[in-house]
């Protein structure tokens, strides 16, 4: 019940983790009780990223010396801890959700690996949060995981709130190969949003072939 890419089969996605930083017994427990909620039906699995995902994520924040980080969509709360993690101790972020039964898995791993003090959890529509920040440059680094068809609005609202060459992260852009040939509103959404990222002066964009697709943008 690891998550892993579509690319890799699952030989070479263990020797993708086995060849990268190694995954820490808090982390390594956030996975298992993830898979084991998804196993009763209690959760989607495929919605926590991939192990060496988080690992380039923290690594990401560290290299950045990111400060202020925002995270759209936070699921038990992987993502979150991998990232703090590569914050210095005076960095926050900020996470946005809806599911309070699902965050609170991640509030307990927070406390445990004691980074919930440079957490802050808003459970609202995402939107409606992010709408309310003011519009001044104040995060370095961002990570998008939400409601697919939101994508490109949350690409705009975070655009005026990110710092010069601050980082946005957006995840599942591949949608499983789908988006040579979308099926749904998700992968329509996404294929769309891909083309026009391209083309836009306002980033730097790269997408990435990491887990279910990583598009990393630089703001400009």
Known sequence: MTPRSFLLTPQLADYVRESSEPVDRIAADLIAE???MAERGEAPATMQIAPEQGAFMR???TALGARRAIEIGTFTGLSALY???GMPADGSL???DVSEEWTAVARRYW????VDDRIELQLAPAME???ALPEVETFDLAFVDADKTGYPAYVEELYPRMVT???VLLDNTLRAGRVVDPQTDDDRAIAELNASLAVDPRWETVLLPMADGLTMLRKR
Do not use: D
């Not at 406390?111 to 004691?114: F, K, L, P, Q, S």
């Open 129 to 131: 949060t992010l709408r």
């Open 59 to 61: 690594l990401l924040a």
């Open 165 to 167: 060459n601050g980082v």
């Open 94 to 96: 900020l996470c946005l």
């Open 111 to 114: 406390a445990r690996a004691g």
């Open 83 to 85: 990232v703090v993690s």
């Open 34 to 36: 993830t898979a084991a």
